[in-house]
């Protein structure tokens, strides 16, 4: 039995609106910043440097500097600056499942020496050189990836 244009439309419409419910409930879930966030830096302890993986972000005279290949200098820095995490525990199953880290060198303000973290870009960790273990939300973490020239 074939169906007929009506109902042909009709299986579209509520395809369409199933659709529509699904990435709303994903963007609702997604773009929420968690409750226990916090920032990672704040007025009195301001971002001054950050390298990782060849690329290197630098604050001087309230100006962000970057590498020459990087395209998104200032919305990198921005979302470097502006990082909010919340603190988790990890299992020894879940840290055997972990590819090797990013080594990440961050520079505060009236600090004297660089802070070595360990950053995992897939999986949006972060690890403090106390070996505290960070999340950051999946909103934030597209903003955390340099665009590289391709030159």
Known sequence: ?????????????IACVFMVAVLTFIDSKTNQMP?????????QNQLTQLQF???WLNKSDKKWGC???????????????????????MTEDELKLLP???????????QPQAQHWQYYPQQGLLQSA?????????SLRSDLIPVISSK
């Open 67 to 89: 590498e020459e290949t990087v395209l998104n200098c200032q919305p990198l820095a921005t979302a470097w600056s502006e990082l909010a995490i919340s603190a988790i525990n």
């Open 130 to 138: 106390a070996e505290n273990w960070y999340q950051i939300p999946p």
């Open 1 to 13: 039995m074939a169906l007929s244009r009506k109902k042909w439309n009709n299986i579209l419409i």
């Open 53 to 55: 993986s060849g690329i």
């Open 35 to 43: 409750e226990d966030a916090h920032a990672l830096f704040d007025a």
């Open 100 to 110: 090797s880290p990013l080594p990440l060198s961050i520079a505060i303000n009236h």
